[in-house]
């Protein structure tokens, strides 16, 4: 699907520790090929680089269209080592000590920020890094404790969401749901049963849009309204702790964990395996502690967790949920008051980034919004950097006397901008 391509290319990260993943999965991949060839014969195939790159495989969900076709990405190896090998987390993270004070300013004052404690404990270990200006995004967790987290999000299905969450609390486990806000009220009763027996509920927009090319406004709805509306349904002001916009990491859009700084999130949920991309036997054959598992509510789903969580439970491991996979606290929750409307967006500052070819983030969308208006770009866009933007860019660079490179660093954003 197209989006699968939007995932693969939103994760084209440069950071120099996402090297470092990927050269530590083409290390691991080597090991295990090599000991998978050396087990079997060498002209046999292997069931191992397919199954780690359909572990990487991203959220397929989402309906935006790409309107620059390129090449695939070379899949993504980084992402495959996400079982295996957890990159030391380099920066500190900044701890959201702003938020008291940000959401004081708000409706939902009575609410408890995350300490600094645990949102240093959760920064310090997530990957790939974290950031200045940024969040911790969630991937998994490297631990030597036999936990795994399922996510389910959208909830499209109540009926399978029921069956869902029931054969995991069977098996003495807890998932985390995310539902779109717009489903929220058609699984209330089944979502507030979850809540109270220790399930936990996070955030996934609330109609599912891509967040990075809505305006301010729109993103803070988005974000507010499903809180909102899950604190109505469970009646209670409940504090969410992770974002999971679609197609999930959006690790760019400055603005969005700008908003989830000021809302009081601890981070971004991504995750480790999309369930559904591999059989249960691949996925029990590369289960590693610490994995983060997509699921949604299709049928498909419902089927491969009813064969997951019996097996995984066999295999001696606990289902938690993410507060119980980073030692967060449970979500906090006060009086329900009466929600109006979403906290504006406070002021920022945006930190500089360098966009490339094969970006797709809400800072391509703005440049190419920027270039549209010009006349440098006459095609539609949708936030990918794909070859048209690349050579309007290039136009752009020559007209304003810059090197024609096509990559939109400081100096280019500053010439369409005025601004770094
Ligand atoms: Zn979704």
């Known amino acids: 699907m197209a989006n699968n391509r939007y995932h693969r290319r939103q994760r084209r990260n440069r950071s120099f520790v996402m090297l470092c993943g990927v050269l530590a999965a ?26 780690l790159a359909q572990a990487a495989s991203p959220e397929p969900e989402a309906t935006q269209e790409i309107v ?54 959760l920064a310090n270990e997530v990957r790939p ?23 389910i999000d959208d909830c499209n299905q109540p009926e399978n969401l029921k069956q869902i969450l029931k054969i995991i609390n069977s098996y003495g486990g807890k998932a985390t749901i995310f539902p779109i806000g717009q489903n929220v009220e058609k699984c209330g009763e089944i979502l507030k049963a979850a809540w109270e027996s220790g399930f936990e509920i996070e955030n996934h927009t609330w109609d599912h849009c891509g967040l990075y090319n809505v305006d301010d406004d729109m993103l803070a709805k988005e974000i507010w309204s499903q809180n909102a509306k899950v604190s109505q349904i469970l009646g209670v002001d409940y504090q969410m702790h992770f974002l999971r916009p679609r ?12 908003y989830m700084r000021q ?42 967790l009813s064969e997951l969580v019996p097996r995984l439970h066999e295999a001696g491991y606990t289902m938690v949920t993410l507060n119980e ?27 500089e980034q360098t966009l490339n070819p094969g970006d797709y983030l809400r800072d391509v969308y703005l440049v190419q919004e920027e270039l549209t208006k010009r006349g440098f770009l006459t095609a539609e866009y949708n ?11 290039m136009d752009f660079q020559k007209s304003a006397g810059l090197t024609a490179d096509g990559i939109c660093g400081p100096d280019t954003w500053k ?4 601004e770094n």
Not at 383 to 393: D, L
């Open 383 to 393: 936030g990918y950097y794909g070859k048209v933007t690349k050579q309007a860019v």
């Open 247 to 258: 197609g999930g990491d959006n690790r760019y859009d400055q603005r969005t964990h700008a």
């Open 26 to 51: 083409l290390i691991v991949c080597c090991v295990i090929v090599g000991v998978v060839v050396h087990k079997k014969h060498a002209s046999q195939p292997d069931p191992v680089a397919p199954a």
């Open 325 to 351: 996979l980073y030692g967060l606290p449970a979500n906090e929750t006060a009086p329900l008051t009466e929600k109006t409307q979403a906290p504006v967006l406070a002021p920022y500052t945006r930190m």
């Open 129 to 151: 890094d974290v950031v200045e200006g940024f969040l911790p995004v969630c991937y998994g967790l490297k631990t030597d404790q036999k936990v795994v987290a399922i996510t």
């Open 263 to 304: 809302m009081g999130y601890y981070g971004l949920a991504y995750w480790t395996q999309v369930g559904i991309h591999s059989s249960t036997d691949s996925l029990m054959q590369h289960l590693a502690p610490g994995n983060i598992f997509l699921y949604h509510t299709t049928d498909e789903d419902l089927a491969q």
């Open 68 to 121: 620059e076709p390129t090449a695939e990405p070379e899949a993504a190896p980084a992402l495959a080592a996400a079982t295996e090998a957890v990159p030391a987390v380099e920066e500190p993270a900044l701890a959201p000590e702003a938020t008291r004070e940000a959401r004081a300013d708000g409706a939902d004052a009575m609410v408890a920020a995350p300490s600094a404690e645990n949102a240093q404990k």
């Open 415 to 418: 010439a369409l901008f005025g």
